[in-house]
């Protein structure tokens, strides 16, 4: 039985790198039985569209004191630490 | 199959061995050939220098050669297409991850994006591209655009 959960994915542009990880976490997500409803933003603008989200992931630097867990991972565009990023979103979801 | 890497550079703006002392001279010098290209607006060399300076690009691979992706907002864009620099000495782009963190990069990808549901193949490549050790050694050896499609195929 699969799971819903719904993610924001930041980065400079909200175009370009979050593009990339969110597709990636998107697909291997579902591997692990979770269904993500995934929304793009600027890292600058995460605060206004935080509503509903269970979790933020960035490749740039977030604001601080965000309500809603997040995490910051160069991971699913160097490929470096990718299989212990894709843990951790799967925790922070599961949690 | 997918569509090579190559086919989304522009082959005016493949630069080897550039000798430049800053990430802005790199970027500028990029930048101009895009713009001479007809890919970017006369804006776009500046929005990517600005924006690098709050939102760095640099991509730190745990090897000798690190990549930087500087790119920014689509209204300074006219099509999407991507310029490509090898540099015969690193200069030093921030971490994208963490701007206080210095990362001495070789490879340079100026990506030119306006639309990212049409762009994902082509970032998606960059990032395979990037995470190739064997890949970016093929471009820091390339001195010809041919070598650099032969890598990038």
Excluded: W
């Excluded at chain 1, 603008?45 to 630097?61: A, K, P």
């Excluded at chain 1, 977030?62 to 490929?79: E, I, N, R, W, Y």
């Excluded at chain 1, 990718?82 to 922070?92: C, G, N, T, Y």
């Amino acid at each position: 039985m699969s799971i819903n959960k719904r993610v924001l994915f930041a980065c400079g542009t909200g175009i370009a790198t979050s593009t990339v990880v969110s597709n990636a976490v998107v697909e291997a997500m579902k591997e692990r039985g979770i269904n993500i409803d995934a929304r793009q933003c600027k890292a600058t603008e995460v605060r206004s569209e935080l509503n509903g989200m269970d979790l933020i992931v960035s490749t740039t630097q977030l604001p601080a004191d965000l309500p809603v867990p997040s995490m910051v991972t160069l991971a699913f565009l160097t490929g470096m630490g990718k299989a212990e990023a894709l843990d951790k979103i799967e925790a922070a979801l599961r949690g | 199959m997918a569509e090579a890497l190559f086919n989304h550079i522009d082959p005016g703006a493949v630069v080897l061995g550039v000798e430049k002392e800053t990430s802005e001279d790199v970027i500028r010098l990029l930048a101009d050939k895009l713009k001479a290209d007809g890919y970017v607006k006369d804006s776009f060399a500046d929005a990517v220098v600005k924006r690098e300076a709050s939102m760095p690009t640099g991509l730190p691979l745990g090897r000798d050669v690190n990549v930087a992706v500087p790119h920014t907002d689509p209204e300074h864009v006219i099509k999407p297409g991507i310029a490509l620099a090898t540099l015969k000495k690193p200069v030093t782009f921030a971490n994208m991850e963490d701007p206080d963190e210095a990362v001495p990069v070789g490879v340079v990808f100026l990506m030119a994006l306006n639309d990212k549901d049409r762009q994902i193949e082509m970032l998606q490549k960059i990032m395979e591209t990037i995470q190739s050790e064997e890949a970016i050694a093929g471009l820091m050896r390339a001195v010809s655009v041919d070598e650099v499609a032969a890598v990038l195929k």
